[in-house]
Nanobody
Framework: VQLVESGGGLVQPGGSLRLSCAAS????????VGWFRQAPGKEREFVAAISWTGSASNAASADSVKGRFTISKDNAKNTTYLQLNSQKPEDTAIYYC????????????????????WGQGTQVTVSS
């Protein structure tokens, strides 16, 4: 199983990026996916999650990114996306995607320990 993040980079405050998480070696439409981030000197924190169906109706997101970040899932392409809009300097971090199979629960999906597989991360830097 492999998860590969891409799309990170340097962006100015107020700017946008779209991160991708490409999956291989698993039946992607059976896996829920979450995004987490870790800033220097801080613990890894939950950003957003989506169920195996990719339905937006039961997606979850952290309060700090609600209304700015959007998670989506394309099972046909084995890829999950995280759209980052209206970015702030405090969004600077390494962003990781994670996946697991099983019953999706928006509460459980906020816990990093719930996930089975992790990518290596992609750096996002928000700075003028």
């Amino acid at each position: 199983v492999q998860l590969v993040e891409s799309g990170g980079g340097l962006v100015q405050p107020g700017g946008s990026l779209r991160l991708s998480c490409a999956a291989s070696g698993l039946t992607f439409n059976r896996y829920a996916v979450g995004w987490f981030r870790q800033a220097p000197g801080k613990e890894r924190e939950f950003v957003a999650a989506i169920s195996w169906t990719g339905s937006a109706s039961n997606a979850a997101s952290a309060d700090s990114v609600k209304g700015r970040f959007t998670i989506s899932k394309d099972n046909a392409k084995n890829t999950t996306y995280l759209q980052l809009n209206s970015q702030k300097p405090e969004d600077t971090a390494i962003y990781y995607c994670a996946a697991r199979t099983g019953v999706y629960n928006p509460s459980n999906a906020r816990r990093s320990s719930w996930y089975e597989y992790w990518g290596q991360g992609t750096q996002v830097t928000v700075s003028s």
